[in-house]
């Protein structure tokens, strides 16, 4: 098992341009969701999915969106990307969606906006 | 809301000692907590997970104890190694959602 994967590891973008973070798990996990790292902040919830079709927002959503048309993928979405976007951003998945599961983190897409 | 605090920020010990982590959340309602390992430019790989009916968990080296009732749990590492400097985050999941609430972990640095 390959785990959770992340692409690209690193990106630069300019403000306003838009681009997709992908994350993959070939675990079958059902729960999967979107963090992101900022120095001082901690990681923060910005998406989540329990499963295939169905997706709500986390702590810190706006400027993002995602989508869950697959069990094993869970696009990120920066519609127009704004400098407050820079940062690390970590995918994680757990088997169920409950809250007694372990969560697993993918390497992360460390982004930079300009 | 659920808080997270690990304290100190940093940590510097040498070799073979044996050493604590500490970790505190302001909401004892939770499902489970989890240690998790982070080295620098990477992401973040799980130690321990500890369900909240549990009181402690070990792993090799490691051992993580849980106290509901005053929201604490403690990383307990033996004979570190300098291979064991790295940042340790623990984090709590509350809710229905599995969010979990993050501590801003710790860096530990093992001095050989």
């Known amino acids: 098992n390959a785990g959770v994967t992340q692409t690209p590891k690193f990106q630069v973008l300019k403000t306003g341009q838009s681009m997709t973070l992908q994350c993959a798990q070939d675990m079958n996990h059902e729960y999967m969701s979107w963090y992101r790292q900022d120095p001082g902040m901690g990681l923060r919830l910005i998406h989540y999915?329990?499963?295939?079709?169905?997706?709500d927002q986390g702590e810190v959503p706006n400027g993002y969106n995602v989508s869950r048309s697959t069990t094993e993928d869970f696009p990120l979405r920066l519609l127009s990307a704004a400098p407050s976007q820079t940062s690390v951003y970590f995918c994680?998945?757990?088997?169920?969606?409950?809250?007694?599961?372990?969560?697993?983190f993918g390497p992360g897409t460390r982004l930079t906006v300009l | 809301k659920q808080e997270v605090t690990q304290i100190p920020a940093a940590l510097s010990v040498p070799e073979g000692e044996n050493l604590v982590l500490n970790c505190s959340f302001t909401?004892?309602?939770?499902?489970?907590l989890q240690w998790f390992r982070q080295d620098p430019g990477k992401g973040l790989t799980s130690l321990l997970l500890?369900?909240?009916?549990?009181r402690e968990q070990t792993s090799g080296r490691l051992n993580a104890s849980l106290d509901k009732s005053s929201g604490r749990s403690t990383l307990y590492i033996a004979a570190s190694q300098p291979g064991d400097s790295a940042t340790y985050l623990c984090a709590t999941s509350t809710g229905a959602n599995s969010k979990l609430t993050f501590g801003k972990g710790i860096t530990l640095s093992v001095r050989p």
């Open positions: 500890i369900q909240s009916s549990q």
């Open positions: 994680a998945s757990s088997l169920l969606a409950s809250s007694y599961n372990e969560q697993f």
């Open positions: 909401d004892s309602a939770i499902y489970n």
């Open positions: 999915s329990v499963g295939a079709g169905i997706t």
